[in-house]
């Protein structure tokens, strides 16, 4: 069974810094691409930055310049460095990875569990 599993959340004042990781445990095939979500209260679930198979980046617009995504192969783990944090990034984040299970099914995506954010003075 593949899961994902989430670390890292918190309480840190805004201007802090925090490192989420997720690691990828289980048997699988292929891992594709990996990505981190949030959704905030009240608010719809978004993508926060993601990282392909080709290592190509891509940030929401708010996190640009204070969010890195990076990832350790061989450890199956995505990391979301967060920098200059604001109390608007308060939100569950989310780890997403689209990996192939079977040679013979489609890639499915994964879910980790979330973690909480929460950016307050």
């Known amino acids: 069974q593949v899961q994902l599993v989430e670390f890292g959340g918190g309480l840190v004042q805004p201007g802090g810094s925090l490192r989420l990781s997720c690691a990828a445990s289980?048997?699988?095939?292929?891992?594709?691409?990996m990505a981190w979500y949030r959704q905030a209260p009240g608010k719809q679930r978004e993508l926060v930055a993601e990282?392909?198979?080709?290592?190509?980046?891509n940030y929401a617009d708010s996190v640009k310049g204070r969010f890195t995504i990076s990832r350790d192969n061989a450890k199956n783990t995505v990391f979301l460095q967060m920098n200059s944090l604001k109390p608007e990034d308060t939100a569950v984040y989310y780890c997403?990875?689209?990996?192939?299970?079977?040679?013979?099914?489609?890639?499915?995506?994964?879910w980790g569990q979330g973690t909480q954010v929460t950016v307050s003075s």
């Open positions: 997403n990875a689209d990996l192939n299970v079977y040679a013979w099914l489609r890639s499915r995506e994964f």
């Open positions: 289980g048997s699988f095939l292929r891992l594709n691409g």
């Open positions: 990282l392909t198979s080709g290592d190509m980046t």
